[in-house]
């Protein structure tokens, strides 16, 4: 299921795109996987097995479902909680940015 998301005014400067991403986080604590449910040029929602804690600092692997190359997220931002899932922010990302771009646009 695909489609695009409003964008709440006082919160996000993206609009997100629904998307259901096979994916993995990684951070202090070792790796998890989940799934990308919805995705933005500046951030995502995630759907986990593993609760993360508001503020963390994670690293994403993102597969495409059309099987092109990952993208990594370098370095994203723990912004909201709650159960079984988590938003975060991109704060750095791999070369292949204009992929993020490609999903984006979809």
Same mark, same amino acid.
């Given at each position: @299921?695909?489609? $695009?998301? &409003?964008?709440?005014?006082?919160? +996000?400067?993206?609009? /997100?795109?629904?998307?259901?991403? /096979? @994916?993995?986080?990684?951070?202090?604590?070792?790796?998890? +996987? #989940?799934?990308? %449910?919805? !995705?933005?040029? *500046? *951030?995502?929602?995630?759907? !986990? %097995? +593993?609760?993360? +804690? !508001? #503020?963390?600092?994670? $690293?994403?692997?993102?597969? &495409?479902?059309?099987? %092109?190359? @990952?993208?990594?997220?370098? !370095?994203?931002?723990?912004?909201?909680?709650? %159960? #079984?899932?988590?938003?975060?922010?991109?704060?750095?990302?791999? &070369?292949?940015?204009?992929?993020?771009?490609?999903?984006?646009?979809?």
């Amino acid at each position: @299921m695909e489609g $695009t998301l &409003p964008v709440p005014s006082e919160s +996000r400067s993206d609009a /997100r795109k629904v998307v259901g991403l /096979r @994916m993995i986080v990684a951070d202090k604590l070792g790796l998890a +996987r #989940g799934e990308v %449910t919805n !995705l933005s040029l *500046g *951030g995502c929602g995630l759907r !986990l %097995t +593993r609760r993360l +804690r !508001l #503020g963390q600092y994670v $690293t994403l692997i993102v597969y &495409p479902n059309d099987r %092109t190359r @990952m993208i990594q997220f370098d !370095l994203a931002r723990v912004k909201w909680v709650e %159960t #079984g899932g988590a938003g975060v922010k991109f704060l750095s990302v791999s &070369p292949q940015y204009h992929e993020l771009h490609r999903l984006c646009a979809e």
